[in-house]
């Protein structure tokens, strides 16, 4: 009993110093760049480019097949393709360490490009046989705290890539910044590589072609009950990602100071983690079912609020109301976020863990994505009030989904598909 409690905190750490290492670039490329090209005097045109470099995460199940094949059946499989995956982005910062700020965001911007995208495709593909990785060995009691881990070490990384990155620069300089980073990614290489990875079952193996990999596709797809799970994979978050994005501005336009908004970010991002910690604990209780919908209810609530604060209009009397609506809404984020992880978990197949739950990733990515390039429209033509009502709407829509909608058996720990 202690060896297999030993395993599982080992398993735990692991994978929480892993999903970390991919919330750093996320926080680096979404956040910290942005403000430190404008900081540089590149042009906002040239800084809406930086959005380019991210393309790897939405098509990473193009490739993700091939890492769920290539070395399956040795040992420690999925961990040398994570080791030789941070080996490539401490490369890739390495070699930005040695390029002067200045002249990344000015002459070499090209070159920025390409190491940006070099350090999202690694950190993808990573990201893909980390999720094999966790798919594989939790157990579906234990997905909703595994998911928890995955979440809250990937706010942290977000955070840590972010605003903290910032600050850092502004202390220790763009150089020194970087090389602290690369020795935080080689401790989270330390830990993976320390970790023992339980060697996957021998199974006969067809050559990898273009065909088997649309044949795996098919296969994923073709098995009953996929037809809603799709539907609510395209429906879950586009409501959270639609609000969220026009989240900011209508806080600039309620003249808010940008340092008011930082604080309000990092507070709310600490009760996001806390709301993913909480849901893995609630998910050994609750049924998957209830978990799913009940968390996406809470999130449809959450605009609510922002519909009514924005109804309110700019009001230093509607500061204590805006405060309890963002805390309230990133902890149902946190609650929701890992809800959705735990079941894409479950539809997994044994030997596909990686590319099964990558194709399902990025059908939510883009989903995501296309609403939240619309979001922008939406406080054009309607206002924010209307806007954040319509996100509540797209955030309930899905719960009708729940009356359709049956628990994969890997939920209750039945074999999962065919290998």
Not at 69 to 79: A, L, Y
Not at 162 to 184: D, N, P
């Amino acid at each position: 009993m202690s060896t297999e409690r030993g395993r599982g905190a080992a398993l735990f750490a692991t994978l929480g110093m892993l999903y970390f290492a991919q919330g750093l670039p996320a926080g680096l490329l979404g956040k910290s760049m942005p403000a430190l090209a404008r900081d540089a005097g590149l042009s906002p045109e040239w800084i809406g480019l930086l959005a380019l470099p991210a393309v790897p995460w939405a098509l990473k199940f193009i490739w993700a097949p091939w890492v769920d094949r290539w070395g399956s059946g040795r040992p420690n499989h999925r961990k040398r393709w994570i080791l030789a995956c941070l080996t490539g982005v401490v490369t890739v910062l390495a070699c930005a360490a040695l390029l002067p700020q200045g002249w990344l965001f000015g002459p070499g911007f090209a070159v920025l490009i390409v190491m940006l995208f070099l350090l999202n495709l690694f950190s993808a593909t990573q990201d893909i046989a980390t999720d094999g990785l966790a798919a594989r060995l939790l157990t579906p009691e234990l997905r909703g705290l595994g998911n928890s881990v995955q979440v809250s070490g990937y706010k942290i990384g977000m955070i840590l890539g972010s605003g903290a990155l910032l600050m850092l620069v502004g202390v220790l300089g763009w150089q020194a910044t970087l090389l602290a980073i690369i020795v935080m990614l080689l401790l989270v290489a330390f830990t993976a590589w320390r970790f023992d990875e339980p060697l996957e079952p021998a199974r006969p193996r067809k050559p990898v072609t273009t065909r088997w990999w649309l044949r795996q596709l098919a296969l994923f797809w073709r098995r009953p009950g996929l037809g809603v799970w799709l539907v609510v994979l395209l429906a879950y978050k586009v409501g959270d990602g639609f609000g969220t994005r026009m989240i900011k501005p209508f806080l600039v336009d309620s003249h808010w100071t940008l340092a008011e908004i930082g604080r309000l970010d990092l507070v709310t991002s600490l009760v996001g983690l806390a709301g993913a910690g909480l849901a893995g604990l609630v998910m050994m209780r609750l049924s998957r079912r209830v978990a799913l919908f009940g968390f996406a209810g809470l999130q449809a609530l959450s605009f609510i609020g922002w519909w009514w604060v924005a109804a309110w209009g700019p009001d230093p009397a509607a500061e204590p109301w805006i405060w309890a609506v963002a805390l309230f809404e990133q902890w149902a984020d946190g609650l929701s976020t890992v809800a959705l992880f735990v079941v894409m978990m479950d539809y997994c197949r044994s030997g596909h863990e990686g590319s099964d739950y990558t194709v399902q990733a990025s059908v939510q990515l883009f989903a995501v994505g296309a609403f939240t390039l619309a979001s922008g429209f939406s406080v054009a033509w309607l206002g924010y009030a209307s806007h954040f009502l319509l996100a509540a709407i797209l955030s309930a829509v899905v719960i009708m989904a729940a009356f359709f909608w049956q628990p994969p058996v890997a939920a209750h720990g039945a074999p999962r598909g065919e290998p």
